[in-house]
């Protein structure tokens, strides 16, 4: 109930129905990724970060319980009951880290064979000159062209030209004055 006062002194109570959200409207939970082993089921409480500060009596299960039975990232549901009977459903990620056995792969090796050859092993002759000694080439290879340095050369002279050019109008400039 409320009093209204009107400017000309007179009151009136009037009822007014007051809204208040749901906690699941109310509440926003924080949900965070869990990393778990295979075989290992997490509870679903874990996935909420801030849980201590949702309304006492908050309940979090799942909604279709997840696979952990091999490695991968799984999408879980949650379900969070509030206590005034209000619900929601949020998604998380569960990591589940660990060797399957479609993943473990060992060689098939029978124990105590001795491994057998026909061939004798050979001994070479070795020397101590490098492999390709023969075809060591008498001078450097060219890997210039002739065109790219004229053209170097040319820039170095128009380079020269300007400097000694501005410095002879800097030198007539402070003679005239």
């Known amino acids: 109930t409320v009093v209204v006062t009107y400017p000309d002194g007179t009151t009136e109570e009037v009822t007014v129905p007051v809204k208040v959200g749901t906690d699941a409207q109310i509440n926003e939970p924080v949900v965070v990724p869990i990393t778990s ?38 999408k879980v549901s949650l379900l969070v009951t509030y206590p005034d009977g209000s619900s929601e459903v949020l998604e998380a990620e569960l990591i589940i880290v660990g060797e399957t056995k479609e993943m473990v792969q060992r060689p098939q090796t029978k124990p105590n064979v001795a491994a057998t050859t026909d061939e004798q092993v050979k001994p070479m002759s070795t020397t101590n000159e490098p492999a390709n000694a023969e075809n060591k080439p008498d001078e450097l290879p060219q890997t210039g062209d002739i065109d790219g340095q004229k053209a170097s050369a040319l ?6 030209a300007g400097l000694f050019g501005i410095g002879v109008a800097k030198r007539k400039k402070r003679d005239e004055e």
């Not at 089921?41 to 997840?66: A, D, K, M, R």
């Not at 820039?155 to 020269?160: H, P, R």
Request: charged share 15%; net charge negative; glycine share 12%.
């Open 37 to 74: 082993e295979i075989g290992k089921l997490p509870t679903p409480e874990e996935f909420i970060s801030n849980l201590n500060e949702l309304p006492t009596g908050t309940v979090v299960t799942w909604n279709g319980e997840p696979n952990v039975s091999k490695a991968g990232n799984v």
């Open 155 to 160: 820039g170095m002279l128009s380079m020269l």
